[in-house]
């Protein structure tokens, strides 16, 4: 291992910090289920920031196999992280692979997503009104949507066997989170939130002839 490469801590914590700080900016988590699911998306960035510059947990786990496999890798440089880069042959600089770029366009679409939800929500949730226009007249939970583009962003960038398992109970969390909220709604709105479901899908705009309420 590289000593430049790992064990910058404050790179760690600084990456950590502004990543959280900016994705709370554009959620402004409230309620309670609003702070445990941003809580656990938080972990999710700590636990890969940690690996990405403060100690490869999954490079040293796997070395042993990489190392037989692609024996001309360095498996403790900083750039062979970004393992989809590497184990598809990208010769170039990985920052500039199609893994990472696909992974920035899923990050920023993932913040954009959220940013433009939350202004519809606040908007809506100030005037006691159900959010039906912005991104949810497409679909039902678009800061939900949001937030598992930037994970799926951030998998595609750094992928690490805590991430990975992190991931489907992140995923897992938001769709029970998402449910509890169409109950509530349904309590609040009654008749105007069922023609809202049966119009507008709960997560995949391409599914709204599918809708249901469900």
């Known amino acids: 291992m590289q000593p430049a490469d ?18 709370a900016s554009f959620s402004r988590p409230r309620s ?14 700590v636990a890969l920031f940690t690996e990405m ?3 490869p947990l999954t490079l040293y786990l796997l070395s042993g196999w990489l190392q037989t496999r692609y024996p001309d890798i360095d498996w403790f ?3 062979s992280g ?30 954009w997503l959220v ?6 929500l606040y908007a ?40 990975l398992v992190m991931y489907p109970i992140l995923i897992v969390m938001y769709v029970r989170l998402a449910l509890v909220e169409e109950r509530e709604a349904r309590e609040m ?5 069922d023609d809202y479901s049966a119009q507008v899908p709960r997560f995949l705009p391409f599914m709204a002839g599918r809708a249901t309420r469900t």
């Not at 760690?12 to 994705?23: C, E, K, M, P």
């Not at 940013?115 to 519809?120: C, G, L, N, T």
Request: net charge positive.
């Open 77 to 79: 440089s900083h750039d």
């Open 6 to 23: 790992y064990g910058l801590w404050t790179l760690v914590v600084l990456n950590s910090v502004v990543f959280i700080l900016f994705a």
């Open 124 to 163: 809506a949730q100030s005037s006691g009104q159900l959010a039906v226009s912005g991104p949810y007249a497409r679909i039902r939970h678009p800061q939900y949507v949001g937030f598992i583009l930037i994970l799926t962003g951030f998998l595609f960038q750094w992928p690490t066997l805590l991430t």
């Open 53 to 55: 510059y403060g100690f």
């Open 32 to 45: 309670w289920r609003d702070w445990r699911s941003f809580g656990a998306f938080s972990a999710f960035l």
């Open 189 to 193: 709105f009654g008749p105007r939130f």
């Open 82 to 111: 970004h393992l989809l880069e590497m184990l598809f042959g990208w010769q170039g600089n990985p920052h500039f692979g199609p893994f990472h770029i696909l992974s920035a366009l899923l990050i920023g679409g993932g913040f």
């Open 115 to 120: 940013a433009a939800s939350w202004r519809v």
